[in-house]
């Protein structure tokens, strides 16, 4: 992986992001995540910008539109063609246990699984598809899709930025940093869903 982001952070500015675009689009879409985890490549698009070969906002466009545009392919090819290409991936890559639980997380828990699932790498490659499959509405799962996409995307990005030189310990800590992201989400959630009672209780 390393000689990977070696590579990446060597190309020019344009092939640079359009990997970071591809990345995580072809995560889900293509199932590229079991090889190569997405937030590889807006971690790194986030240290290019801070090394000023490419603009900030134009690592944010290329990542953000990835995710969703990635998923939202992934859901489709789940809808029409899931299960058959499941049943093709050899267990030593996707194990019986971890679809098992995708499954019974989506079916339990709809778009929030979309979103939730956008923090963990393995759940982040099956869950598009098993929402096409489970059939949840497209626009709910959209909704989920763009508001998990962009913050996940988006904070990895500003991590690579803000990690610059010291990129590789981000990217050792890849999943705990998804994981603190996602905690931080819910955090706030919480502290709004107290508020808005203490409001309600006061009026």
């Known amino acids: 992986m390393t000689h990977f982001a070696e590579r990446l952070l060597l190309l ?3 092939l640079a992001l359009l990997l970071v675009f591809a990345l995580p689009a072809l995560e889900a879409s293509a199932f590229v995540g079991f090889i190569i ?3 590889v490549g807006v971690l790194l698009g986030g240290v290019l910008a801070n090394q000023h070969k490419v603009a900030l906002w134009q690592v944010l466009v290329a990542g ?3 995710a969703i545009i990635g998923d939202s392919i ?3 090819v789940g809808k029409r063609y899931g299960a058959t290409l499941l049943s093709k991936i050899p267990n030593r890559i996707l194990k019986p246990e971890h679809l098992e639980k995708a499954e019974d997380t989506v ?3 709809g778009g929030k699984a979309v979103f939730v699932g956008r923090f963990t790498a393995a759940a982040r490659v099956l869950i598009p598809g098993l929402s096409g499959m489970s059939k949840i509405p497209y626009g709910t799962f959209l909704a989920w899709n763009a508001a998990g996409g962009a913050l996940w995307a988006g904070g990895f990005v500003l991590l690579g930025y803000a ?3 010291q990129y590789q310990t981000v990217a050792h800590n890849a999943s ?3 994981f603190a992201l ?3 989400v819910v955090l706030l959630i919480a502290v709004r869903v107290l508020v808005s009672r203490r409001r309600e209780r006061a009026a």
């Open 12 to 14: 020019p500015p344009l």
């Open 37 to 39: 985890p997405g937030e």
């Open 64 to 66: 953000i539109a990835g």
């Open 74 to 76: 992934g859901y489709e």
């Open 107 to 109: 079916r339990r828990n």
């Open 163 to 165: 990690a610059g030189s």
């Open 176 to 178: 705990i940093a998804g």
């Open 182 to 184: 996602l905690a931080v």
